[in-house]
C-alpha cells in the first residue's frame, strides 16, 4: 500500500524555467510534509517542509503548495539551474509515528 | 561536526552469504532510523531503534533481517542468508533525542549487491 503517491517519475525542464513535482497522500491524520533532495551516490537531504495549517512556503527558489482538502501538496521550483538535477521526493509523517513514508521519487534533469 | 556515517559504503555478497551494514548517527541524536531504496523505487521504512530499543520494525521482512543499535557501538543492520532481491542501497538516518522535529538526517548509504 502506498501511502503518499508522487508523479511525475522522471521530469526535463529547461534551465530557467519551472519544476513542479506533485504528491498525493490518503491519510488524513499525517501532519508534516517534507521534500527531500538526493544526488547520486549521496543520501537524501531535506530541502524544504510544511505543516498543514499554512497553504504555502517559500524558501527561495523553493515553494510547496498544500492543498489540505484535497490531499495533495506540491514542490515548485523556479528558475530551475542545472545544479538543482536531482532526485526529489516527498514524504509525510503524523504525529506519535516519529518515522516518515516517502514517496516513490521524481528524477529531475534541468537542461542547461 | 560529522554526519551520520555508514559502512561499507558498497559491499558484494554472493548468494547466501550474510551481510553486516553498519551506522553511526550523528553526535547528539539517539534515534536511528534504516530505509531501502530499490533501483527506480522510493525509500521504504524498515526499522526505527533507540539504544538497545527497536521501536517500529514494521518495514522490515519477516525472516532474515535483524537490526540492533546496542547501548556502545554503531546501529547494526543484518541479512543473513542473501538472495538477489537484497541487492539495494540501505540508507541510515538518524534524529536528535529531544522528540520528533519531523526531520532525519541520512548518511550517505551502503550499497549491496549480491550476485
Known amino acids: 500500500q502506498q501511502q503518499v503517491k508522487q508523479s511525475p517519475q522522471s521530469l526535463i525542464v529547461q534551465k530557467g524555467g519551472i519544476s513542479i513535482i506533485n504528491c498525493a497522500y490518503e491519510n488524513t491524520a499525517f501532519d508534516y510534509f517534507p521534500w527531500y533532495q538526493q544526488f547520486p551516490g549521496k543520501g537524501p537531504a531535506l530541502l524544504i517542509a510544511?505543516?498543514?495549517?499554512?497553504s504555502e512556503k517559500k524558501e527561495g527558489r523553493f515553494t510547496i503548495s498544500f492543498n489540505k482538502s484535497a490531499k495533495q501538496f506540491s514542490l515548485h521550483i523556479m528558475d530551475s539551474q542545472p545544479g538543482d538535477s536531482a532526485t526529489y521526493f516527498c514524504a509525510a509523517s503524523k504525529q506519535g509515528a516519529q518515522k516518515l513514508v516517502f514517496g516513490q521519487g521524481t528524477r529531475l534533469t534541468i537542461n542547461p | 561536526n560529522a554526519g551520520v556515517m555508514q559502512n561499507p559504503r558498497h559491499l558484494v555478497r554472493r548468494r547466501g552469504q550474510e551481510a553486516r551494514l553498519r551506522c553511526s548517527p550523528m553526535?547528539?541524536?539517539?534515534?536511528v532510523y534504516w530505509y531501502r531504496q530499490l533501483p527506480e523505487e522510493g525509500l521504504k521504512f524498515m526499522v526505527y531503534l533507540q539504544k538497545e530499543n527497536i521501536i517500529d520494525e514494521s518495514g522490515m521482512p519477516k525472516e532474515r533481517f535483524s537490526a540492533e543499535f546496542p547501548k556502545e557501538g554503531p546501529s547494526i543492520l543484518r541479512i543473513q542468508q542473501v538472495v538477489r532481491g537484497d541487492s539495494a542501497a540501505y540508507f541510515c538516518?538518524?534524529?536528535?533525542?529531544?522528540?520528533?522535529?519531523?526531520?532525519?538526517?541520512f548518511g550517505e548509504g551502503s550499497r549491496l549487491t549480491v550476485l
Open positions: 510544511i505543516r498543514p495549517d499554512v
Open positions: 553526535k547528539g541524536h539517539s534515534h
Open positions: 538516518a538518524s534524529s536528535p533525542r529531544q522528540g520528533w522535529t519531523g526531520e532525519l538526517f
